[in-house]
């Protein structure tokens, strides 16, 4: 099983709350991340997007750096670890984003891919003027398939002379062509995102559920199995999950019940605001996914795997044997020590790293 870390391009990481660890983002903490990242034998590290934080006490993610740019300047410092910027489709014409990915793909020498992102948060783009309006939730997957395949025709041959209901090119250029292939990340699991994701991404990405639940994921994953099959694809599942660990399960519980304590409700109502615009249905789109993974309320943005060295080891053995999962991409309650504690007491327990260990 891949390992991959979602890197603190915000701040406070991936904690909704007062009393966790409170950090500002930086070049020099994302850097120290991910060269312990390489270091310990990850195979990924991804940085995200976000242009409008959701306030409250601990103002949640109202800092945040740019993704592409962090990922060249890390992109020049490290050797191995594949890396992976998050574009926000509505920012900016699909060839501009070709050209940059072609250029961090230059400065990796070949370890770049993308993540790509249809806009589900309405203010992060009003704040601009840039919103499309409520139509965009219907169709965002349509307007999404148009982009990526631009950015392929320009990545395979130079030109792009699409003629699309979005993107209208006109022998479009985009030299040099990249030096490998640049690999393409979504995180959709409604059907019509899963239907995106196994037509246009190499990989998807599946929110894991609950707390110490690593197998509530297996419905996300599964529709994503069943999509491959019918469209005889073979898009691969990577599951987002927190890892708070310690020595003993209730040294990690504690810290869990701590960080419950200072739930910024304020932010969290705020955030679940603004999905409440997308009139989606599906059980797995945005507005409802934190109920079906049973996250609803929870001071994280997804699942949560707490406990003992052991524990955290044994829980990500179970989720590696789930059809369908190609890699996990984790995130630390603090990440300078949590990755450190990872690497040194929880991969080596994890029989699905097995023959991956001597590159830590």
């Known amino acids: 099983m891949q390992l991959g870390v979602f890197i603190p391009i915000g701040n406070n990481g991936w904690l909704i709350s007062t009393t966790s660890p409170q950090y500002q983002p930086s070049f020099d903490l994302n850097n120290a991340v991910v060269q312990k990242a390489e270091a310990f034998g990850f195979d990924f ?18 800092y945040n750096l740019e993704s592409f740019t962090l990922m060249a ?36 020498h070949g370890r770049f891919g993308l993540n790509i992102i249809s806009g589900w948060q309405r203010r992060e783009y009003t704040q601009m003027g840039i919103w499309p309006g409520s139509e965009h939730y219907r169709r965002r997957y349509d307007y999404c398939g148009e982009y990526v395949t631009v950015m392929k025709e320009l990545w395979a041959t130079g030109r792009s002379d699409l003629k699309g209901d979005f993107f209208q090119m006109d022998d479009c250029r985009c030299l040099p062509l990249p030096t490998a292939k640049i690999p393409i990340i979504c995180a959709a699991q409604s059907d019509a995102g899963t239907s995106f994701a196994v037509e246009h991404a190499d990989y998807n990405f599946c929110s894991s559920g609950g707390v110490n639940e690593p197998t509530r994921v297996a419905g996300s994953v599964a529709r994503l199995v069943e999509a491959n099959k019918v469209a005889r694809k073979n898009c691969g599942a990577l599951v987002l999950t927190m890892i708070i660990a310690d020595a003993t399960d209730e040294a990690a519980m504690a810290k ?38 049973g996250t609803e309320g929870l001071p994280t943005q997804g699942g949560v795997l707490i406990g003992s060295y052991v524990s955290v080891a044994r829980m990500l053995d179970e989720l590696s044997e789930l059809p369908g999962i ?5 995130t630390f309650d603090e990440f300078i020590g949590g990755i450190e504690n990872f690497g040194r007491y929880i991969q080596p327990l994890m029989r699905c790293r097995t023959g991956l260990r001597a590159a830590a």
Request: hydrophobic letters at 45%; glycine letters at 8%; one cysteine or more.
């Open 45 to 62: 590290a991804l940085s995200m997007i976000k242009l409008h934080g959701f306030g409250g006490p601990s103002r949640f993610w109202d």
């Open 326 to 330: 190609q890699g996990v991409m984790l």
């Open 256 to 293: 869990w019940e701590l960080y419950k304590a200072g739930t910024d409700h304020e932010a969290i109502a705020w955030r679940e605001a603004q999905f409440a615009d997308d009139p989606a249905a599906d059980p797995l789109a945005g507005p409802n996914k934190r109920r079906t993974l």
């Open 73 to 108: 300047g890390l992109a020049a410092v490290t050797e191995r670890i594949q890396l992976f910027a998050t574009c926000a489709v509505l920012t900016m014409p699909p060839p501009f984003a070709a050209r940059m990915a072609t250029t961090i793909d230059s400065i990796s």
